[in-house]
């Protein structure tokens, strides 16, 4: 196919083609297209571009046509000339529809990409989106930095364009992109943020919020690279096998202390969901008194030995653990006693 040669689609092949000379892909890319505009527009970039592309349109089955909205979208990406593939991802699991459809999202496009680089059609409008939603929940800067160009094996290109371009590039195509019902439902906060929140900002601000969002993130995960590996340094020098090692951590800055115990609790299979939880693990590091194990979430079913029990952080002979206790609270693999308190 022959692309017209339009400013809108000038912009998306120019982002394409950047994010290609900074992370160098093979040839073959795979793709994450869902009919809407972004991922249209990406296929179209990509395939301008001369990228070998298989499309993968993936169908949750949540909604009535979805099959339909699916094979539509991988028919578009033939006639780029794409390689296209439907596949259906069943949505179960804990944390509402919206997360689990993503998870099923993105367990299907790693099985369909067999290792290739997977790229999803994520704007700066969707970035800057992410940012407001972080600083909303309290997060700290390993949310607010927001998502990656590349994050093995996700790639996003479009970041650095305005969804505003990936509409106008299909309208250059001839294509009217399929809207999706779930992106004007008021019911999500993300939905609220993009069609109340933001343009609010823009007016009050008088216009560039969502590019200065967008660099906030560039910005802060630029920093987040180099606390991230100074954290990873500060883990190695305290990890004792499975435990960490109290009195190295206590003697390191906070920022640096807090990554390497959430880095470690996550190793060990937790899932730490709350900033109140982190800082009551760094308090068995540096205020310890005593106290008793601090609970910790886990993803579902990964540990069946618990019996529907829960992991506890404790603190024992100068050493940080990871523990089992069954549902009524009885240690599971609580050998030894806990430390006593420091005077």
Same mark, same amino acid.
């Given at each position: 196919?022959?692309?017209?040669?339009? @400013?809108?689609?000038? #912009?998306? #092949?120019?982002?394409?083609? *950047? +994010? =290609?000379?900074?992370?160098?892909?093979?040839?073959?890319?795979?793709?994450? =297209?869902?009919?809407?505009?972004?991922?249209?527009?990406?296929?179209?970039? =990509?395939?301008?571009?001369?990228?070998?592309?298989?499309?993968?349109?993936?169908?949750?089955?949540?909604?009535? %046509?979805?099959?339909?909205?699916?094979?539509?979208?991988?028919?578009?990406?033939?006639?780029?000339?794409?390689?296209?593939?439907?596949?259906?991802?069943?949505?179960?699991?804990?944390?509402?529809?919206?997360?689990?459809?993503?998870?099923?999202?993105?367990? *299907?496009?790693?099985?369909?990409?067999?290792?290739?680089?997977?790229?999803?059609?994520?704007?700066?409008?969707?970035?800057?989106?992410?940012?407001?939603?972080?600083? %909303?929940? $309290?997060?700290?800067?390993?949310?607010?930095?927001?998502?990656?160009? +590349?994050?093995?094996? +996700?790639?996003?290109?479009?970041? $650095?364009? #305005?969804? /505003?371009?990936?509409?106008?590039? =299909?309208?250059?195509? $001839?294509?009217?992109?399929?809207?999706? @019902?779930?992106?004007?439902? @008021?019911?999500?906060?993300?939905?609220?943020?993009?069609?109340?929140?933001?343009?609010?900002?823009?007016?009050?601000?008088?216009? $560039?919020?969502?590019?200065?969002?967008?660099?906030?993130?560039?910005?802060?995960?630029?920093?987040?690279?180099?606390?991230?590996?100074?954290?990873?340094?500060?883990?190695?020098?305290?990890? #004792?096998?499975?435990?960490?090692? *109290?009195?190295?951590?206590?003697?390191? @800055?906070?920022?640096?202390?807090?990554?390497?115990?959430? /880095?470690?609790?996550?190793?060990?299979?937790?899932?730490?969901?709350?900033?109140?939880?982190?800082?009551?693990?760094?308090?068995?590091?540096?205020? +310890?008194?005593?106290?008793?194990?601090?609970?910790?979430?886990?993803?579902?079913?990964?540990?069946?030995?618990?019996?529907?029990?829960?992991?506890?952080?404790?603190?024992?002979?100068?050493?940080?653990?990871?523990?089992?206790?069954?549902?009524?609270?009885?240690?599971?693999?609580?050998?030894?006693?806990?430390?006593?308190?420091?005077?």
């Amino acid at each position: 196919m022959k692309f017209p040669e339009t @400013p809108a689609l000038q #912009r998306v #092949r120019l982002v394409v083609r *950047a +994010w =290609c000379t900074e992370f160098s892909p093979p040839g073959a890319v795979v793709v994450g =297209c869902s009919g809407g505009a972004d991922s249209t527009a990406l296929v179209a970039g =990509c395939r301008a571009e001369g990228l070998t592309v298989r499309a993968v349109a993936v169908d949750h089955g949540l909604q009535v %046509g979805s099959a339909d909205v699916a094979a539509e979208a991988a028919a578009r990406a033939e006639t780029f000339g794409a390689t296209a593939v439907v596949v259906r991802a069943e949505v179960a699991g804990p944390g509402g529809t919206e997360a689990a459809a993503r998870r099923a999202r993105q367990a *299907a496009l790693r099985e369909a990409a067999g290792g290739r680089p997977v790229l999803l059609g994520h704007t700066l409008d969707d970035q800057a989106e992410t940012v407001l939603l972080g600083l %909303g929940r $309290g997060a700290g800067a390993g949310s607010l930095q927001a998502m990656a160009a +590349w994050s093995e094996p +996700w790639g996003r290109p479009l970041l $650095g364009i #305005r969804r /505003a371009d990936t509409l106008a590039a =299909c309208a250059d195509l $001839g294509i009217e992109p399929w809207a999706d @019902p779930h992106n004007v439902d @008021p019911r999500f906060a993300r939905v609220r943020v993009r069609n109340e929140v933001l343009p609010l900002l823009e007016d009050v601000l008088q216009g $560039g919020v969502a590019e200065a969002l967008a660099r906030t993130a560039r910005r802060l995960r630029e920093d987040e690279d180099v606390l991230g590996a100074l954290a990873d340094e500060l883990l190695a020098r305290a990890r #004792r096998g499975s435990t960490v090692d *109290a009195e190295t951590l206590a003697g390191a @800055p906070v920022a640096l202390r807090r990554r390497a115990l959430l /880095a470690w609790l996550r190793d060990r299979g937790a899932d730490v969901r709350t900033d109140a939880t982190l800082r009551a693990v760094d308090d068995l590091v540096v205020r +310890w008194r005593g106290q008793g194990a601090v609970a910790l979430a886990e993803p579902p079913g990964t540990r069946p030995e618990l019996g529907g029990g829960r992991l506890v952080a404790v603190r024992r002979r100068g050493k940080l653990e990871v523990a089992g206790h069954s549902r009524d609270g009885r240690p599971l693999d609580l050998l030894d006693p806990l430390d006593p308190p420091e005077n």
